[in-house]
């Protein structure tokens, strides 16, 4: 049975922390102007109701000690350490100065037990807080994406199939203690590469893996390789799930040596996280890891949603966007436009944002043709669905297409007109212009507020700039691809937090400052 938060005063604490905490500190204006009961209740189906044995230490007590890890970048060891001997961290949790403190190893159970759907519940409830707040403006939503390294190094073609061999005959061990013993002596090489290898040894490395591959099946079919019920959502890949993912690369592997030059997208790189992916920063600079990709309101600068994907995914496809327009509307966040750059051009995600009745603010991926320049200038009329030359002539005709419509314009009104240069080259007495359906959408979202928006996003760069060089987001620090989305709705929570302290103490009589807890 989870273990409330006590609110009862003690006399000794009281005494204590009045004469040692200081006057002003941010944490004292979280814990004032946050109300974190909501986390019991989001965490209360975790745990079990037996009154059996010890309680756990209330959710809200865990959740605010893992606040204070990600606020100031501690690892696990680090913040308890410091909730057992800091006066203002111990008193910002809710513990008394005689009760027990969590240790390290019940912060992994915590994020362990509630996983990246329990973390996403309690981020949104503080997005919602900040709604309630009347915080979030609703004018502009900014969407982009952060890469985040991956904890795992880069290998060889040779150590990677090694340590893939090794990684699955450890997993065997923990149930097959004898078949791991004769899988080990026969395939495993603890040695490593430290030169770029030849063609043989990759291929030696590859039939080795095969051959293991073989084996394992031969020896475990039809039993299974892990015991019942070890596979789980949000846990580590069992051994079957690792042979499988082996598999996969050693024919990713093949492909690769037949095809030098052939892009993989999809590409294992590591058996230490299995689900980070080379990803690109630019054109010259790669990573490997996950990104997130978040929804900014630019009034308030509070980030509404996060979605953590690998790194080889891409950020501005419509169904990220669909997805990350989704998870706002759930909260009844809209804005009344949004604003991305270019790696968001496309007609599906423009569509896609004026369904939700929102202009869309994104510039073009490529350069306009010399037509496309002609036209940039006439204004969309969104009642009668035509358009308007810049001297304020209709069309004389519309001639709807499949990718868009065809307007046909008279040059008898365009005889006198002095900007007849600027427009598309007449054919006879008509000027035809295609507007396709995406340009169309294009038109309706030319607006004087554009060039404001394209100014304003880029706010959020200074909004992953203090993810990264304040709270460690610049590299995961957990493995696979659940954990790291756990890291990106804790990290969000705390400068979401921060951020609505300080709108709501405007201006704060407090500086914030990295160094030191007091």
Same mark, same amino acid.
């Given at each position: 049975?989870?273990?409330?938060?006590?609110?009862?005063?003690?006399?000794?604490?009281?005494?204590?922390?009045? $004469?040692?905490?200081?006057?002003?500190?941010?944490?004292?204006?979280?814990?004032?102007?946050?109300?974190?009961?909501?986390?019991?209740?989001?965490?209360?189906?975790?745990?079990?109701? /037996?009154?059996?044995?010890?309680?756990? #230490?209330?959710?809200?007590?865990?959740?605010?000690?893992?606040?204070?890890?990600? #606020?100031?970048?501690?690892?696990?060891?680090?913040?308890? !350490? &410091?909730?057992?001997?800091?006066?203002?961290?111990?008193?910002?949790?809710?513990?008394? =100065?005689?009760? /027990?403190?969590?240790?390290?190893?019940?912060?992994?159970?915590?994020?362990?037990?509630?996983?990246?759907?329990?973390?996403?519940?309690?981020? @949104?409830?503080?997005?919602? &807080?900040?709604?309630?707040?009347?915080?979030?403006?609703?004018?502009?939503?900014?969407?982009?994406?952060?890469?985040?390294?991956? /904890?795992?190094?880069?290998?060889?073609? +040779?150590?990677?199939?090694?340590?893939?061999?090794?990684?699955?005959?450890?997993?065997?061990?923990?149930?097959?203690? !004898?078949?791991?013993?004769?899988?080990?002596?026969?395939?495993?090489?603890?040695?490593?590469?430290?030169?770029?290898?030849?063609?043989?040894?990759?291929?030696?490395?590859?039939?080795?893996? $095969?051959? #293991?591959?073989?084996?394992?099946?031969?020896?475990?079919?039809?039993?299974?390789?892990?015991?019942?019920?070890?596979?789980?959502?949000?846990?580590?890949?069992?051994?079957?799930?690792?042979?499988?993912?082996?598999?996969?690369?050693?024919?990713?592997?093949?492909?690769?040596? @037949?095809?030098?030059?052939?892009?993989?997208?999809?590409?294992?790189?590591? *058996?230490?996280?299995?689900?980070?992916?080379?990803?690109?920063?630019?054109?010259?600079?790669? #990573? +490997?890891?996950?990104?997130?990709? =978040?929804?900014?309101?630019?009034?308030?600068?509070?980030?509404?949603?996060?979605?953590?994907?690998?790194? %080889?995914?891409?950020?501005?496809?419509?169904?990220?966007?669909?997805?990350?327009?989704?998870?706002?509307?759930?909260?009844?966040?809209?804005?009344?436009?949004?604003?991305?750059?270019?790696?968001?051009?496309?007609?599906? %995600?423009?569509?896609?944002?004026?369904?939700?009745?929102?202009?869309?603010?994104?510039?073009?991926?490529?350069?306009?043709?010399?037509?496309?320049?002609?036209?940039?200038?006439?204004?969309?009329? $969104?009642?009668?669905?035509?358009?308007?030359?810049?001297?304020?002539?209709?069309?004389?005709?519309?001639?709807?297409?499949?990718?868009?419509?065809?307007?046909?314009?008279?040059?008898?009104?365009?005889?006198?007109?002095?900007?007849?240069?600027?427009?598309?080259?007449?054919?006879?007495?008509?000027?035809? +212009?295609?507007?396709?359906?995406?340009?169309?959408?294009?038109?309706? @979202?030319?607006?004087?507020?554009?060039?404001?928006? *394209?100014?304003?996003?880029?706010?959020? !760069?200074?909004?992953?700039? !203090?993810?990264?060089?304040?709270?460690?987001?610049?590299?995961?620090?957990?493995?696979?691809?659940?954990?790291?989305?756990?890291?990106?709705?804790?990290?969000?929570?705390?400068? %979401?937090?921060?951020? =609505? +302290?300080?709108?709501?103490?405007?201006?704060?009589?407090?500086?914030?400052?990295?160094?030191?807890?007091?």
């Amino acid at each position: 049975m989870l273990r409330k938060q006590s609110t009862q005063k003690d006399f000794f604490d009281s005494y204590v922390y009045e $004469r040692l905490l200081p006057k002003e500190h941010i944490l004292l204006d979280i814990r004032q102007n946050l109300d974190f009961s909501f986390i019991d209740e989001e965490t209360k189906h975790f745990y079990s109701d /037996d009154t059996r044995g010890r309680p756990p #230490f209330a959710a809200e007590v865990i959740f605010k000690i893992l606040f204070l890890e990600f #606020f100031y970048s501690l690892s696990d060891y680090e913040v308890v !350490e &410091q909730v057992k001997t800091n006066i203002l961290f111990r008193y910002f949790v809710g513990l008394r =100065i005689a009760q /027990d403190t969590p240790d390290d190893t019940t912060l992994v159970k915590f994020r362990t037990r509630l996983g990246e759907a329990g973390f996403k519940r309690l981020f @949104d409830r503080i997005v919602g &807080q900040a709604k309630q707040k009347g915080l979030i403006k609703g004018r502009l939503k900014i969407l982009d994406a952060t890469h985040i390294q991956a /904890d795992a190094a880069l290998q060889g073609t +040779v150590n990677f199939l090694r340590q893939a061999r090794k990684v699955i005959v450890r997993k065997i061990s923990k149930s097959h203690s !004898e078949e791991a013993a004769i899988l080990k002596e026969k395939f495993v090489n603890e040695d490593k590469l430290f030169t770029p290898p030849t063609n043989e040894q990759i291929k030696e490395e590859l039939a080795c893996s $095969r051959e #293991f591959i073989k084996e394992v099946k031969d020896t475990f079919n039809p039993e299974r390789i892990d015991p019942p019920n070890t596979s789980k959502e949000g846990s580590n890949p069992d051994a079957e799930e690792l042979l499988a993912l082996l598999e996969t690369a050693v024919n990713q592997q093949e492909r690769k040596a @037949d095809n030098p030059g052939h892009s993989q997208p999809e590409e294992i790189i590591s *058996f230490i996280d299995t689900d980070a992916r080379f990803g690109c920063k630019s054109e010259k600079k790669k #990573f +490997v890891g996950y990104k997130a990709h =978040i929804s900014l309101d630019e009034g308030s600068s509070i980030v509404t949603s996060v979605r953590t994907i690998g790194g %080889n995914r891409n950020e501005g496809a419509h169904q990220e966007v669909e997805k990350l327009l989704e998870e706002d509307a759930a909260k009844d966040i809209t804005q009344g436009a949004v604003c991305a750059d270019s790696l968001y051009d496309s007609y599906e %995600n423009r569509n896609q944002i004026h369904k939700q009745r929102m202009r869309a603010f994104i510039p073009s991926r490529t350069k306009a043709g010399k037509i496309k320049r002609h036209i940039d200038n006439f204004i969309y009329d $969104r009642e009668k669905d035509t358009i308007i030359c810049p001297e304020g002539y209709s069309p004389i005709s519309k001639t709807k297409q499949e990718q868009g419509s065809l307007y046909i314009f008279s040059t008898r009104q365009c005889r006198n007109c002095p900007n007849i240069r600027n427009c598309p080259t007449p054919n006879g007495d008509r000027i035809r +212009v295609f507007v396709s359906n995406d340009y169309r959408l294009k038109l309706m @979202d030319e607006i004087p507020d554009k060039l404001d928006a *394209f100014i304003k996003r880029k706010g959020i !760069e200074r909004k992953f700039g !203090e993810v990264k060089k304040w709270h460690g987001l610049a590299r995961a620090r957990y493995r696979q691809r659940w954990r790291v989305a756990i890291q990106s709705f804790m990290t969000f929570s705390v400068v %979401n937090i921060k951020r =609505i +302290v300080t709108l709501l103490s405007f201006p704060p009589a407090y500086a914030l400052c990295k160094a030191g807890f007091g």
